[in-house]
């Protein structure tokens, strides 16, 4: 297992229009999480599945920004309408909820990030 | 609402200059707390997780150790390689199934 992907890895695209970055998690994470950072700045919590299900949903996200994870593995996350504020890198991580030789450490695996720059 | 702040902003040491960084916090019910580490361009990298007041970890020159309101990453001796950014996040709420919430980091340089 080669880890987190996230593509694309860069997207450039004007005020407007509609974008969509796909997730793949580590195959046997059950978890998955969708952050976005700004320079300087930790990553703001988006959402988070488990398996399927959309368990939480930031309150500061706009009903442009929508997720989904169909069948529990890969995700997509789509914003629709881009503005110049959505300019930012979007990670996706993973984990497990099954404690392994006795202990989870919560640990979340991240992705390199898909960045995105709205003209 | 549960709130993750970490100081200070930056820190700039020299090589072999030990120091610590801390993350205080506000939450409704711990149920874990989290340093990573983030190299420019790339997702963070996980480092430990803390549980319960008291607790300490270690790996290599970094050691994380937790109270009831805040954490310290203690880096001792460090290297150039060291430098990073250091981030603290914190699940909270009664289950472990629930979000996980960064603060704005620790932006780390060691100079040779």
């Known amino acids: 297992d080669t880890g987190v992907s996230q593509d694309p890895r860069h997207k450039i695209t004007k005020r407007g229009q509609n974008v969509t970055f796909r997730c793949d998690p580590i195959s046997e994470h059950n978890r998955l999480y969708w952050y976005r950072q700004t320079l300087g700045q930790g990553p703001e919590f988006l959402t988070y599945?488990?398996?399927?299900?959309?368990?939480?949903k930031s309150r500061l996200l706009s009903d442009r920004f929508s997720a989904e994870r169909p069948k529990g593995s890969f995700s997509t996350l789509e914003i629709q309408r881009t503005e110049q504020g959505d300019s930012a890198m979007y990670l996706c991580?993973?984990?497990?909820?099954?404690?392994?030789?006795?202990?989870?450490?919560?640990?979340?695996?991240f992705g390199e990030g898909s960045r995105l720059t709205v003209l | 609402e549960d709130q993750v702040t970490q100081s200070p902003e930056a820190l700039r040491l020299q090589e072999g200059e030990s120091s610590s960084l801390n993350c205080s916090y506000t939450v409704s019910g711990l149920r874990g707390l989290f340093w990573y580490r983030q190299d420019p361009g790339k997702g963070p990298e996980f480092l430990f997780t803390?549980?319960?007041a008291g607790e300490e970890k270690e790996k290599e020159r970094l050691k994380a150790t937790l109270t009831k309101k805040e954490s310290f990453l203690h880096i001792t001796a460090p290297k150039p390689e060291d430098s990073a950014t250091y981030l603290c996040a914190v699940r909270s709420g009664y289950s472990s199934a629930s979000k996980i919430i960064f603060g704005s980091g620790t932006r780390l340089s060691i100079r040779p």
């Open positions: 599945f488990q398996n399927e299900a959309q368990l939480e």
């Open positions: 991580a993973s984990s497990s909820s099954v404690a392994v030789g006795g202990e989870n450490t919560g640990e979340l695996f």
């Open positions: 803390l549980y319960s």
